[in-house]
T-cell receptor, first 110, second 113 residues
Framework: GENVEQHPSTLSVQEGDSAVIKCTYS??????FPWYKQELGKRPQLIID?????GEKKDQRIAVTLNKTAKHFSLHITETQPEDSAVYFC?????????FGAGTRLTVKP | EAQVTQNPRYLITVTGKKLTVTCSQN?????MSWYRQDPGLGLRQIYY???????DKGDVPEGYKVSRKEKRNFPLILESPSPNQTSLYFC????????????FGPGTRLTVT
């Protein structure tokens, strides 16, 4: 089955800096790659997603890139703010099977 | 308001005592899923359902059962809970086949002693 690895496990940045989180997947048939944000004590919520026929997608300060050949995708957050502090999960989906990475705890220092 | 609800939110039980965690969604979603979240392991899929009466195993189905008799409900059943099932459980639903945004419930924190 699919295996998703996510790095780093923790990330600390200064407010205003950029943050990058990377994920790799093993199954080349995976075709949908969402990113979820989970604030402390809350449920995960989708922040951005990308499908396998697209290489990059952007939504304001958040962007995701996908490299199908290398089987990796990344989340980019620019101009980070303290409210971006949370745990971020990547996931890869194929044939009804959704596999999540282990998560990255992002801390944005004011 | 579109939402996914779970009950109970917190549960402490003893080994072997059968329990059910309910999940309900009001968005007419076809796809529903159960996950468990453990520190350092992310979210792992337990079971999913494509539609009424259609369920299948996820990544970690051992020790769990599900049913989908109605489109809106997808209960998770632990016939004989064990301490290694102590975890945070999330139900989620999405429009179709899971390759769309999943809407998560608020979570159920289960402790099995």
């Amino acid at each position: 089955g699919e295996n998703v690895e996510q790095h780093p496990s923790t990330l600390s940045v200064q407010e205003g800096d950029s943050a990058v989180i990377k994920c790799t997947y093993s199954d080349s048939a995976s075709n949908y790659f969402p990113w979820y944000k989970q604030e402390l004590g809350k449920r995960p919520q989708l922040i951005i997603d990308i499908r396998s026929n697209v290489g990059e997608k952007k939504d304001q300060r958040i962007a995701v890139t996908l490299n199908k050949t290398a089987k990796h995708f990344s989340l980019h957050i620019t101009e980070t703010q303290p409210e971006d502090s949370a745990v971020y999960f990547c996931a890869a989906y194929n044939n009804n099977d959704m596999r999540f990475g282990a998560g990255t705890r992002l801390t944005v220092k004011p | 308001e579109a939402q996914v609800t779970q009950n109970p939110r917190y549960l402490i039980t003893v080994t072997g005592k059968k329990l059910t965690v309910t999940c309900s969604q009001n968005m007419n979603h076809e796809y529903m899923s159960w996950y468990r979240q453990d520190p350092g392991l992310g979210l792992r899929q337990i079971y999913y359902s494509m539609n009424v009466e259609v369920t299948d195993k996820g990544d970690v189905p051992e020790g769990y059962k599900v049913s989908r008799k109605e489109k809106r409900n997808f209960p998770l059943i632990l016939e004989s809970p064990s301490p290694n099932q102590t975890s945070l459980y999330f139900c989620a639903s999405s429009f179709s086949q899971g390759a769309y945004e999943q809407y998560f419930g608020p979570g159920t924190r289960l402790t099995v002693t």
